[in-house]
């Protein structure tokens, strides 16, 4: 009998631009197929979202929130991307806890150290080029 899991992934919209979008789309997918229970966080940035003219919900799944943001200024722009955005932190933090999912994968995830800080607690494993560029 084969363990059944919560898993939460969570990534940013703009992963979903060429092949990335589709592995991640493919992993959830294998993961459902699986019984796995997946919930799927996407971190929209809406500046860049406007920009790409990119679709509501990209991975098609009904298990999707989409969390979006958008800095007012630079100032608040520099402050997130250096530290943490408070308001997206509250926003991922009230998912993680309301899922309590068994592990979290981050893949490919803008803004690290607030989704770090908001998924602490729980197991996470993330993608190579996100683990590389957070332990540098």
């Given amino acids: 009998m084969r363990l ?9 919209l703009d992963s979903f631009i060429g092949g990335e979008g589709v592995y991640i789309t493919e992993v959830i997918k294998s993961l459902r197929e699986e019984g796995h229970n997946v919930l799927h966080i996407v971190l929209d940035d809406l500046k860049l979202h406007s920009d790409l003219n990119l679709i509501d919900n990209p991975s098609g799944f009904t298990d999707t929130v989409i969390i979006p943001y958008n800095f007012q200024n630079r100032a ?21 806890i309301l899922f309590n999912p068994d592990i979290i994968h981050l893949h490919k995830v803008k803004l690290i150290k607030t989704v ?11 993608s190579q080029s996100l683990c590389s560029a957070t332990t540098k």
Avoid: D, T, W
């Fill in 76 to 96: 608040e722009h520099i402050f997130s991307n250096n530290l943490i955005s408070f308001n997206l932190y509250k926003q991922i933090r009230r998912q993680v």
């Fill in 116 to 126: 770090l800080l908001a998924s602490r607690g729980f197991p996470f494993i993330c």
């Fill in 4 to 12: 059944k899991m919560k898993i939460l992934m969570i990534s940013s």
